[in-house]
């Protein structure tokens, strides 16, 4: 049974440029969720999909996008990129939109702007 | 809004030793209680949650907290650490009624493991 996985695992770009990162929800679940670790924080919640739709949003730019495809995985979008958009992305996934425990996290896409 | 603290950035133990990690929490109400850890290169794994009843909570690999209410506190334990225990532990906070935007994780502590 595959977990969450995350594509891709490393990425560069540079300033002004527009990135795409990918995510594959555990087996069974619905619901994924984005947040944004830079280097020495806690992972911040970008936006979370369930049903196609988003439904939360944390406090992140409209830079920030994401779609979730009838298989429930999901991509998140960045516009536009600035240096401070270097950062760890991780994606969480769960069946339904509550319940914490059951929040499985992937390995994350490592983002570096320059 | 809710928030964590965790005052140690980084934390070093000989393996063997104690180990003590702590948490600050600010919520208006009971929160739900998380701790995680990252190892290099990999996702977040829950380790143990605190969510109503026995304030002292078990979890994996041997570690236990306790949450105490008067000191909006959420400290981890271990009694003796190994030296697969390096890794950054982040404590988090979440809302009763929903997660997602209302599920805060603190700034972590990096735990260093001497042989």
Not at chain 1, 61 to 79: A, C, K, T, W
Not at chain 2, 30 to 58: A, M
Not at chain 2, 67 to 96: I, M, T
């Given at each position: 049974?595959?977990?969450?996985?995350?594509?891709?695992?490393?990425?560069?770009?540079?300033?002004?440029?527009?990135?795409?990162l990918?995510?594959?929800?555990?087996?069974?679940h619905?619901?994924?969720?984005?947040?944004q670790?830079?280097?020495?924080?806690?992972?911040?919640?970008?936006?979370?999909?369930?049903?196609?739709?988003?439904?939360q949003?944390?406090?992140?730019?409209?830079?920030?996008?994401?779609?979730?495809?009838?298989?429930?995985?999901?991509?998140l979008?960045?516009?536009?990129?600035?240096?401070g958009?270097?950062?760890?992305?991780?994606?969480?996934?769960?069946f339904?939109?509550?319940r914490?425990?059951?929040?499985?996290f992937?390995?994350?896409?490592?983002?570096?702007?320059? | 809004?809710?928030?964590?603290?965790?005052?140690?950035?980084?934390?070093?133990?000989?393996?063997?030793?104690?180990?003590?990690?702590?948490?600050?929490?600010?919520y208006?109400?009971?929160?739900?209680?998380?701790?995680?850890?990252?190892?290099?290169?990999?996702?977040?794994?829950?380790?143990l949650?605190?969510?109503?009843?026995?304030?002292?909570?078990?979890?994996?690999?041997?570690?236990?907290?306790?949450?105490?209410?008067?000191?909006?506190?959420?400290?981890?334990?271990?009694?003796?650490?190994?030296?697969?225990?390096?890794?950054?532990?982040?404590?988090?906070?979440?809302?009763?009624?929903?997660?997602?935007?209302?599920?805060v994780?603190?700034?972590?502590?990096?735990?260093?493991?001497?042989?």
């Amino acid at each position: 049974d595959a977990g969450v996985t995350q594509s891709p695992t490393h990425l560069i770009k540079t300033r002004g440029q527009q990135v795409t990162l990918r995510c594959s929800p555990k087996s069974g679940h619905d619901t994924v969720s984005w947040y944004q670790q830079a280097l020495g924080q806690g992972p911040q919640f970008i936006f979370q999909y369930y049903e196609e739709e988003e439904r939360q949003r944390g406090n992140f730019p409209d830079r920030f996008s994401g779609h979730q495809f009838p298989n429930y995985s999901s991509e998140l979008n960045v516009n536009a990129l600035l240096l401070g958009d270097s950062a760890l992305y991780l994606c969480a996934s769960s069946f339904g939109q509550v319940r914490y425990e059951k929040l499985f996290f992937g390995s994350g896409t490592q983002l570096s702007v320059l | 809004a809710q928030s964590v603290t965790q005052p140690d950035i980084h934390i070093t133990v000989s393996e063997g030793a104690s180990l003590e990690l702590r948490c600050n929490y600010s919520y208006g109400a009971t929160p739900y209680l998380f701790w995680y850890v990252q190892s290099p290169g990999q996702g977040l794994q829950l380790l143990l949650k605190y969510f109503s009843g026995d304030t002292l909570v078990q979890g994996i690999k041997g570690f236990e907290a306790e949450f105490k209410r008067s000191q909006s506190s959420f400290n981890l334990r271990k009694p003796s650490v190994h030296w697969s225990d390096a890794a950054e532990y982040f404590c988090a906070v979440g809302a009763r009624d929903n997660y997602g935007q209302n599920f805060v994780f603190g700034p972590g502590t990096r735990l260093s493991v001497l042989p």
